[in-house]
């Protein structure tokens, strides 16, 4: 059974910074592609970043040169770490997988980003 889990996100003040962490099991996670996606209040969810299952990247242009994906396959673990972080990042983060074709979610973690 695949499962995720996020790490615990927070308040963060803007210029801070913030590392989520997702856990991940049920699956071969060095054989996937590992995605952190957003979901901000009354906006439509959104791809933050991924990572393949050979370490290519790519990311969302509006966190480009503030955030960085990376994974840990002998943790089974994936990483965001957030620098710089703006008003505009606030949302509920999401650490995601596509399994054989299905899509799977962790419950997502809250980044407040405020003074």
């Known amino acids: 059974q695949v499962q995720l889990a996020e790490s615990r996100g927070g308040l963060v003040q803007p210029g801070g910074s913030l590392r989520l962490s997702c856990a991940a099991s049920?699956?071969?996670?060095?054989?996937?592609?590992m995605a952190w996606y957003r979901q901000a209040p009354g906006k439509q969810r959104e791809l933050v970043a991924v990572?393949?299952?050979?370490?290519?990247?790519n990311y969302a242009d509006s966190v480009k040169g503030r955030f960085t994906i990376s994974r840990d396959n002998a943790k089974n673990a994936v990483y965001l770490q957030m620098n710089s972080l703006k008003p505009e990042d606030t949302a509920v983060y999401y650490c995601?997988?596509?399994?054989?074709?299905?899509?799977?979610w962790g419950p997502g973690t809250q980044v407040t980003v405020s003074s």
């Open positions: 995601t997988v596509d399994v054989t074709g299905r899509s799977y």
């Open positions: 990572i393949t299952n050979a370490g290519r990247t």
């Open positions: 049920g699956f071969i996670f060095n054989a996937y592609a």
